[in-house]
């Protein structure tokens, strides 16, 4: 890993950003997010993909001002950092189906890494079996990575190219911000805006933004990388990121704590199912995903807010299949898996484990 210098360059910067990132996720519950879902880039960005229309589930249908925040505040520290660089090229279109097979995953579970941590702190017992599954997938691409896997060089790009999905985020941004809602539907122009169920449930406008740009520089500025993490200890048997991971779980548990938010048990737990096989099977998938794009999904909007065309191109593969999941019966729901779970598991697992053969050079 790029050795870091200045701000957040050592083990207590690392401890810092995971614990404000951490608690920034329990007060934005506090303040009106889900329930265990202070902050979920695959729960969220599902949640667009309804805002845009791009399905019609409508518990699940609100622009996330936190997802934009998140590629502004990176893009903000990146510049005045000297850190962002324009490139692209290294398997886009890969890098696509590997962001869809991703949150194939995360929906059959019902959470990114950081709602397994999230959940985890919450007392979801049920986020163990992701956990579990998180941890074998990162595992695999571990393996894979030790066998000599690795996707084409990226190459340098204009400056506009890098500041695509950025200045998209800034465009949807300015639509949550400027849209009147409407006061029979409370849709918001010609977004679409859930009147009950998770995509209701909601912290004010001020306050979603202000703790997305404080992650996003935090994020940006540390590398903070559940799955980045866990593939370095597994790789190079390095601690640094590890540590920022488990200050996130420890500030999110305090503060469950100290607000009466945790609540321990495996039965009613907010937007989560019981389905034990499922819960692993979803973050085996999604972990495998991860691990050989080379980050989480808050780490490719991250990347994406540096210049980088193909974290952008991830992340579009998310948001893809976050609305074909409620659109083609993927997606779980409290009630438990989706009719076509068990379809998407094996397709999405067989491709990324294809992927991984595929792309092995020596060792």
Same mark, same amino acid.
């Given at each position: ?6 701000? &957040? ?21 506090? @303040? ?8 979920? =880039? ?6 667009? @993909?309804? @805002? ?7 518990? =699940? !249908? ?5 997802? $934009? ?26 890098? &696509? ?18 709602? =397994? ?11 163990? %079996?992701? /956990? ?7 595992? /695999? ?18 400056? %506009?190219?890098?500041?695509?999905? $950025? ?11 400027? /849209? ?18 998770? #995509? ?6 001020? @306050? ?11 994020? !940006? ?40 938010? &945790?609540?321990?048990? %495996?039965?009613? !737990? ?8 499922? *819960?692993?099977?979803?973050?085996? =998938? ?5 691990? /050989? ?42 009630? #438990?898996?989706?009719? *076509? ?23």
């Amino acid at each position: 890993m790029e050795a870091r210098k200045g701000l &957040f360059a050592g083990k207590g910067e690392i401890l810092l950003a995971g614990a404000v990132i951490g608690l920034c996720a329990v007060l934005l519950q506090y @303040a009106g997010n889900p329930a265990n879902m202070g902050v979920c =880039v695959a729960c969220f960005l599902r949640d667009m @993909a309804g @805002a845009l229309g791009l399905h019609r589930a409508a518990p =699940v !249908q609100y622009l996330r001002p936190e997802i $934009p925040a998140f590629v502004l505040g990176s893009l903000a520290a990146a510049l005045l950092g000297g850190e962002f660089r324009s490139r692209a090229g290294s398997a886009p279109v890969l890098r &696509f189906f590997l962001g869809m097979s991703a949150m194939a995953g995360a929906l059959v579970f019902l959470g990114c890494p950081w709602r =397994v941590l999230l959940r985890l702190a919450g007392g979801d017992g049920n986020a163990l %079996f992701g /956990l579990a599954g998180l941890l074998s997938g990162i595992y /695999l691409g571990h393996r894979f990575a030790k066998s000599g896997f690795a996707l084409p060089a990226s190459q340098a790009q204009s400056t %506009f190219s890098g500041l695509m999905l $950025p200045l998209v985020a800034a465009g949807l941004l300015a639509a949550r911000l400027f /849209l009147s809602p409407d006061p029979a539907t409370g849709s918001l122009g010609w977004l679409w805006s859930s009147v009950k169920g998770p #995509g209701a449930a909601h912290a004010p406008l001020l @306050a979603s933004l202000g703790g997305g740009l404080l992650i996003g520089v935090l994020a !940006q500025r540390s590398r903070f990388c559940t799955v980045g993490s866990l593939r370095e200890l597994f790789t190079r048997r390095q601690m640094h990121l590890i540590y920022g991971v488990a200050m996130f779980l420890l500030a999110a548990l305090v503060g469950n704590l100290v607000l009466g938010q &945790f609540h321990p048990g %495996f039965e009613g !737990q907010p937007v989560a199912h019981t389905a034990s096989l499922w *819960n692993y099977l979803g973050m085996l =998938v999604a972990g495998l995903a991860f691990s /050989l794009a080379g980050g989480c999904p808050g780490r490719q909007l991250i990347l994406a807010g540096e210049g980088s065309g193909d974290a952008a191109s991830f992340v579009l593969g998310m948001l893809t299949a976050g609305a074909l999941a409620h659109n083609m019966g993927w997606a779980s729901s409290p009630a #438990g898996p989706g009719p *076509n779970a068990l379809a998407v598991v094996v397709v999405s697992l067989g491709f990324c484990l294809a992927v991984g053969f595929w792309h092995r050079k020596a060792a």
